[in-house]
């Protein structure tokens, strides 16, 4: 069964952009939705994105417009690209599968290791 896997993170200046990847076996990746979380130091987890098994999308309104997130099925795979990113939207993201009111309440079934996001001013 394993966990989720994320990759992409890394280091940006205010402005740029980056991409995040999620995989995950089949059993915890076919039929469920897959969400980004993101934790800053000495802040709550918060959900930032979610995508559904047939591929509707969701979004925290501080997201909205910046980030997309998509799903390949077949791969397993999930990408997000992160656009005009915020010294603000520095954290750490992870990546999980679970039911979309799960994730959408900021939780989730299958949680994976994250990716830090650096983004300087």
């Known amino acids: 069964q394993g966990q989720p896997v994320a990759s992409g993170g890394g280091d940006v200046q205010a402005g740029g952009s980056l991409r995040l990847s999620c995989t995950a076996s089949?059993?915890?990746?076919?039929?469920?939705?897959v969400g980004w979380f993101r934790q800053a130091p000495e802040k709550d987890r918060e959900f930032v994105a979610a995508?559904?098994?047939?591929?509707?999308?969701h979004f925290a309104d501080f997201v909205k417009g910046r980030f997309n997130i998509t799903r390949d099925n077949k791969r397993r795979a999930v990408e997000s690209d992160m656009n005009n990113l915020k010294p603000e939207d520095a954290a750490f993201y992870s990546c999980?599968?679970?039911?979309?009111?799960?994730?959408?309440?900021?939780?989730?079934?299958?949680w994976g290791q994250g990716t830090q996001v650096t983004v300087s001013s």
């Open positions: 995508i559904q098994w047939h591929g509707a999308t």
């Open positions: 999980a599968t679970g039911l979309l009111d799960e994730i959408k309440g900021n939780n989730a079934r299958h």
């Open positions: 089949k059993e915890i990746f076919d039929g469920y939705s």
